[in-house]
């Protein structure tokens, strides 16, 4: 039995690691200044966050048609069996709603899973279900698997700024911290896809300690088996983390990569997060 792992561009995987574990990435897009970009095709998070940092317009984000589900379904089960899909919390995104719909078409050789999450906590369920299809296991004990790791994944971030989540109509529970606007580092906690404030600081150097805290605090005692990190341009500062948590935990962080774009759109320059279960 073949098992196809699909997921969207906002997972954050590195296009090498998608590419080497046979992962097919459908793309969100990035509306900016009458441009329509593919996330992670026809724009990089390089030439994204150079875009953001000099203009005052504000992009925005849209999600795969009903239609690019369906015919990329449709391409995949020419080759495969079966196929597993799992994408960012539709507490945040229209995208799993998309894949629902789409899946309608194939009666039951596409099971749809919503990762309650964004970026690289979406990210860790889809390389273990990865590695599991590369492996030949089942499609149920994969998505009991995921189901599991969903359960535990938790993701923690923090942001040089609010301004773009407040902007960008995303920012939720995290307004909480709005009447302290003016250098403020928020740690926030992604609960059921939903942004959480469990901390703030005045400078990311202190973020950087506030979140190692909160995951010692979240991990109660116990080793994480994963640890990935994401960064918006704030590659020196992502360096920094792994090191505190690599020692913290004596464990290595699997890899460190770039947020994408679409994230990017809501987070900002100087966005740093990490995901782990």
Do not use: W
């Not at 080759?79 to 995208?95: A, F, W």
């Not at 991990?219 to 918006?232: M, N, Q």
């Amino acid at each position: 039995m073949k098992i196809k792992i699909v997921s969207d561009s906002t997972c954050d995987i590195p296009r090498e690691l998608a590419e080497k574990m046979n992962i097919t990435i459908i793309p969100l897009y990035v509306l900016f200044a009458d441009k329509i970009y593919r996330d992670g095709v026809d724009i990089t998070p390089k030439e994204f966050y150079e875009m953001q940092k000099a203009s005052e317009e504000l992009p925005k984000t849209s999600q795969p048609s009903v239609g690019e589900f369906s015919a990329l379904y449709e391409e995949l089960l020419e080759d495969y069996d079966e196929i597993i899909s799992i994408h960012i919390s539709s507490g945040l995104s229209g995208t799993v709603n998309s894949a629902l719909r789409a899946k309608e078409r194939f009666s039951d050789r596409i099971k749809v899973i919503d990762s309650k999450s964004i970026s690289l906590g979406i990210g860790v369920q889809v390389i273990e279900a990865a590695m599991m299809a590369m492996d030949g296991i089942d499609s149920a004990r994969i998505i009991e698997r995921v189901e599991e790791i969903k359960k535990r994944t938790e993701l923690l971030f923090t942001l040089d700024t609010l301004t773009y989540l407040e902007k960008g109509g995303r920012i939720g529970k995290v307004s909480s911290l709005l009447g302290s606007f003016l250098n403020i580092k928020p740690i926030v906690r992604v609960v059921d896809g939903i942004y959480v404030p469990v901390g703030k600081t005045r400078s990311q150097r202190q973020s950087i300690i506030k979140i190692v805290e909160v995951m010692e605090t979240l991990l109660d005692s116990k080793k994480p088996e994963t640890i990935v990190i994401g960064h918006g341009q704030g590659y020196e500062m992502a360096l920094e983390l792994k090191s505190l948590v690599e020692s913290k935990f004596d464990k290595s962080v699997d890899f460190l990569t770039d947020t994408g774009p679409v994230i990017g759109v809501h987070t900002g320059p100087g966005t740093l997060g990490i995901a782990f279960y």
